[in-house]
């Protein structure tokens, strides 16, 4: 268990009170689905910030940040297809201040251009450039290192199980309608 693992659930019995033995007398199932130690958004926060993390780490030498490598990732996958930052938007769930702030720091270093669109001029397509297409590789490799590192020491079997149960967590949160049905689909599917 990682020294970070072990310490939100070490803060998180002080914060409830958990750290007493747990009291049996009650439903275990219903007691065990509010035992905060399994505070399952929290640790997909906890592993979401790391991935972002080690994602930057692996391609900052080419000066990119981990959302600046998934969108260029994306841009080179959808090469030759008509991409506009609501796509992004829909894509990485981001809002759309988000996506122009990424957009504008890529325009500034060069690794992406802005052209009109020709059936609606008041539309900006968003085209990758010759230095985002040189650095493809290294963004995709790099990005690759960090997918390995994250699920290093799984077995195959456990990773199709870990798929499942964050489809159903997927799932779930669909089902709350809190997000639109095309991200959940594009994210899963991508």
Not at 165 to 179: E, F, S
Request: hydrophobic share 35%.
């Amino acid at each position: 268990m990682s020294t970070a693992v072990r310490d939100m659930n070490r803060d998180t019995q002080r914060d409830t009170g958990l750290d007493a033995a747990p009291d049996t007398s009650r439903d275990t199932n219903r007691d065990t689905n509010r035992d905060t130690r399994r505070d399952i958004g929290l640790r997909i926060k906890h592993i979401s910030v790391a991935l972002d993390q080690m994602r930057t780490a692996q391609i900052a030498e080419l000066g990119l940040t981990s959302s600046q490598g998934l969108v260029l990732r994306y841009l080179n996958r959808h090469r030759g297809e008509p991409i506009y930052p609501s796509d992004l938007v829909r894509q990485f769930g981001l809002s759309q201040p988000t996506v122009t702030g990424i957009l504008r720091r890529l325009e500034d270093k060069g690794f992406l251009e802005f052209q009109a669109d020709r059936g609606d001029r008041r539309r900006k397509s968003i085209v990758a450039t010759d230095k985002a297409l040189c650095c493809h590789r290294q963004i995709v490799a790099g990005l690759q290192r960090t997918e390995d590192m994250l699920m290093g020491g799984l077995t195959g079997e456990e990773l199709d199980r870990l798929c499942l149960l964050l489809d159903k967590v997927l799932d779930n949160i669909l089902r709350t309608g809190a997000l639109p049905e095309p991200f959940l689909q594009e994210v899963v599917h991508d």
